[in-house]
């Protein structure tokens, strides 16, 4: 008769079960979806009673836990592990490091790690082929107590895996105080539809990950667009029944036959000089530089053409004008701001700063939309650096500065320097254009080059007299003439002036533009030497 068995039952035939082999080891394969390649196995401890049949784990683990069981239970699955390590080596089948659960009540067992390591070398297990899980709610019991045991499994070689990460308990304080080998991501936390929420949040795990450089492995993946979708942002490491539930001994190792095996890659080689686990420290020094004394700044990854960012601080969201938080901006894709053109410009300065490993500058012009201030271009000077790559992926420093302003300055001027300049090369004709409501006067190209002109000249005409560039016996005139102009009135058509300190004739002539009301907008100004015309 198939059927749960009850508290009482299982606590009762808990010895025997360990004794007669009802409670066994199965496996289960962590792959390399990109590879086809075996990286690893899980062992998950089974309960198959003779009588009542297969029990739940999800029943008879927590009712061990409760019971003072479990670290029982749990060294014995060690043990099975290892003698099973013990028969691929002796067998000559190739091995995969097998990652065992150690339950947060194996933590708080003093002897706990000690009695593995007793175990492991019984069997003469090389120490690279046995993983330990630790699961985030271990911290719930006391920071100190977990990081004793971790650094206690490392003393040994130990390479520990964060079980369930992103079930919720405070996950990313517990990785930055928690210096785990490898992150296990499951996929069940994180719903169904990997395209809305909970692939936003996926994605923004993995992106975490990478930069505390610890490469992540996403569990429970079941359909291949799950799998895909975490290829796609970066997570190769697969484990879930898409490519096999868990097996019991004899078939993983024909698994194991069959199969191709590669080692887990390090995620990615940042340079030396950089603390990634201080980085994610809001206390820090580095992060408390990060935010307040490097101007606007943030780091992302490119791949394969495609750029994620990873953080950014506060200071490169008040540089955009942005109206979002730091979250809102992670989950951007920047290249929906850039057209083409400066795609194109942004992407040739990161080639350029990988290739020549130094800082290298952009400007580019992007067009940013917020639901608050709509549409808005923007023009961003970066100054771009590569600290990092993993094969072709590369990370990325820049600080950014809003150049939006001086840009549209100087995009004035060499429109109108443009068409003064059009006008000016075809006669001997110096040129300039006279803004009435500011005031301003900006010469063409030859006045800057040939009379020493500013580009612009505010309150004009006053500044040129004092200088001497306008006699001084022809300036009431003058300014008269500029206050009939701006009162509309362009009756005095043109004049000859001696200009420059040589004071050599000129014709100065003046024709006006107004606006949709008839009020003068502008004039503008040339003159043209007298004896070249006579000359004609
Ligand atoms: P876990 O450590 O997160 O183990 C992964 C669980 O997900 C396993 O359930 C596995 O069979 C299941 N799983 C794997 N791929 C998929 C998938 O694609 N879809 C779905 N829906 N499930 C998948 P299992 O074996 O029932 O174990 C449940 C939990 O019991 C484990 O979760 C672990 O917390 C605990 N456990 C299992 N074995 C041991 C052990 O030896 N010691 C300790 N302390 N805990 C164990
Ligand atoms: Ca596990
Ligand atoms: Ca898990």
Same mark, same amino acid.
């Given at each position: 008769?198939?059927?749960r068995?009850?508290?009482?039952e299982?606590?009762?035939?808990?010895?025997?079960?360990?004794k007669?082999?009802?409670?066994y080891?199965?496996?289960?394969?962590?792959?390399?979806?990109?590879?086809?390649?075996?990286?690893?196995?899980?062992?998950?401890?089974r309960?198959h009673?003779?009588?009542?049949g297969?029990?739940?784990?999800?029943d008879f683990?927590?009712?061990?836990?409760?019971n003072?069981?479990?670290?029982?239970?749990?060294?014995?699955?060690?043990?099975?592990?290892?003698k099973?390590? *013990?028969?691929?080596? #002796?067998?000559? $089948?190739?091995?995969?490091? /097998?990652? =065992?659960?150690? @339950?947060?009540?194996?933590?708080?067992?003093k002897?706990y790690?000690?009695?593995?390591?007793?175990? *492991?070398q019984?069997? #003469?297990?090389? $120490?690279?082929l046995?993983? /330990?899980? =630790?699961?985030? @709610?271990s911290?719930?019991?006391?920071?100190?107590?977990v990081?004793?045991?971790?650094?206690?499994?490392?003393?040994?070689?130990?390479v520990?895996?964060m079980?369930?990460?992103?079930?919720?308990?405070? @996950?990313?304080?517990?990785?930055k105080?928690?210096?785990?080998?490898?992150?296990?991501?499951?996929?069940?936390?994180?719903?169904?539809?990997?395209?809305?929420?909970?692939?936003t949040?996926?994605s923004a795990?993995?992106?975490m990950?990478?930069?505390l450089?610890?490469p992540?492995?996403?569990?429970?993946?079941?359909?291949?667009?799950?799998?895909?979708?975490?290829?796609?942002?970066?997570?190769?490491?697969?484990?879930?029944?898409?490519?096999?539930?868990p097996?019991n001994?004899d078939?993983?190792?024909?698994k194991?036959?069959?199969?191709?095996?590669?080692?887990v890659?390090?995620?990615?080689?940042?340079i030396?000089?950089m603390?990634?686990?201080?980085?994610?420290?809001?206390?820090?020094?580095e992060?408390l530089?990060?935010?307040?004394y490097?101007?606007?700044a943030?780091?992302?990854?490119?791949?394969?053409?495609?750029?994620?960012i990873?953080?950014?601080n506060?200071?490169?969201?008040k540089?955009?004008?942005?109206?979002?938080?730091?979250?809102?901006?992670?989950?951007?894709?920047?290249?929906?701001?850039?057209?083409?053109?400066?795609?194109?410009?942004?992407?040739?300065a990161?080639l350029?700063?990988?290739?020549t490993n130094d800082?290298?500058?952009?400007?580019?012009c992007?067009?940013?939309?917020?639901?608050i201030?709509?549409?808005e271009?923007?023009?961003?000077?970066?100054d771009?650096?590569?600290?990092?790559?993993?094969?072709?992926?590369y990370i990325?420093?820049?600080?950014?500065h809003n150049?939006?302003n001086?840009?549209?300055?100087?995009e004035?001027?060499?429109?109108s320097d443009?068409?003064?300049?059009?006008?000016?090369?075809?006669?001997?004709?110096?040129?300039?254009?006279?803004?009435?409501?500011?005031?301003e006067?900006?010469?063409?190209?030859?006045?800057?080059?040939?009379?020493?002109?500013?580009?612009?000249?505010?309150?004009?005409?006053?500044?040129?007299?004092?200088?001497g560039?306008?006699?001084?016996?022809?300036?009431?005139m003058?300014?008269?003439?500029i206050?009939?102009?701006?009162?509309?009135?362009d009756?005095?058509?043109?004049?000859?002036?001696?200009?420059?300190?040589?004071?050599?004739?000129?014709?100065?002539?003046?024709?006006?533009?107004?606006?949709?009301?008839?009020k003068?907008?502008?004039?503008?100004?040339?003159?043209?030497?007298?004896?070249?015309?006579?000359?004609?």
């Open positions: 008769m198939e059927r068995m009850s508290e009482q299982l606590l009762g035939s808990f010895e025997n079960a360990l007669f082999g009802h409670i080891v199965c496996y289960q394969p962590k792959m390399n979806h990109a590879t086809g390649r075996m990286i690893g196995a899980e062992a998950l401890m309960w009673d003779p009588v009542y297969m029990q739940y784990p999800s683990i927590p009712l061990l836990e409760r003072d069981l479990i670290c029982q239970a749990d060294l014995f699955v060690f043990e099975t592990v290892c099973f390590q *013990r028969k691929c080596l #002796d067998i000559g $089948v190739s091995a995969v490091p /097998v990652s =065992i659960n150690m @339950s947060r009540y194996d933590i708080y067992q002897n790690v000690d009695e593995i390591e007793h175990i *492991r019984k069997y #003469d297990v090389p $120490v690279k046995l993983h /330990v899980e =630790i699961t985030e @709610s911290a719930i019991g006391g920071m100190e107590l990081s004793g045991v971790l650094s206690k499994l490392h003393d040994f070689g130990y520990v895996e079980d369930d990460f992103g079930s919720g308990y405070s @996950s990313l304080n517990v990785l105080d928690l210096q785990v080998d490898v992150i296990k991501l499951d996929m069940r936390f994180l719903s169904g539809n990997v395209g809305g929420r909970g692939g949040i996926i795990i993995v992106q990950t990478k930069w450089n610890t992540v492995v996403a569990e429970g993946v079941e359909t291949i667009e799950q799998a895909d979708y975490m290829k796609s942002i970066g997570c190769n490491y697969i484990q879930g029944y898409l490519y096999s539930k097996v001994e078939e993983f190792i024909e194991l036959k069959k199969t191709d095996h590669e080692p890659a390090q995620a990615i080689d940042l030396s000089t603390d990634a686990g201080k980085f994610w420290n809001p206390q820090s020094l992060t530089i990060f935010n307040n490097v101007g606007g943030s780091i992302f990854t490119y791949q394969k053409g495609k750029i994620e990873l953080r950014v506060k200071k490169f969201i540089e955009t004008g942005m109206n979002m938080t730091e979250k809102e901006v992670l989950t951007l894709d920047p290249w929906d701001c850039f057209d083409e053109k400066n795609r194109k410009i942004y992407e040739e990161l350029h700063a990988i290739e800082e290298v500058s952009c400007e580019t992007r067009t940013l939309c917020s639901k201030c709509g549409e271009e923007l023009w961003m000077r970066s771009i650096r590569m600290i990092g790559k993993a094969g072709d992926q990325f420093y820049s600080m950014v150049i939006t001086e840009k549209k300055r100087f004035e001027v060499a429109e443009r068409k003064l300049r059009f006008a000016s090369e075809h006669a001997n004709v110096y040129a300039w254009e006279y803004t009435i409501a500011t005031k006067m900006r010469p063409c190209f030859r006045c800057m080059r040939d009379l020493g002109v500013p580009p612009v000249v505010e309150n004009y005409p006053e500044p040129l007299i004092e200088n560039l306008f006699p001084p016996d022809y300036a009431d003058y300014r008269e003439w206050h009939k102009l701006e009162n509309g009135d009756s005095l058509k043109e004049a000859i002036i001696p200009l420059t300190v040589g004071r050599i004739p000129f014709y100065v002539r003046y024709s006006l533009e107004y606006d949709e009301n008839g003068p907008l502008k004039a503008y100004g040339s003159a043209t030497l007298v004896i070249e015309n006579n000359d004609k």
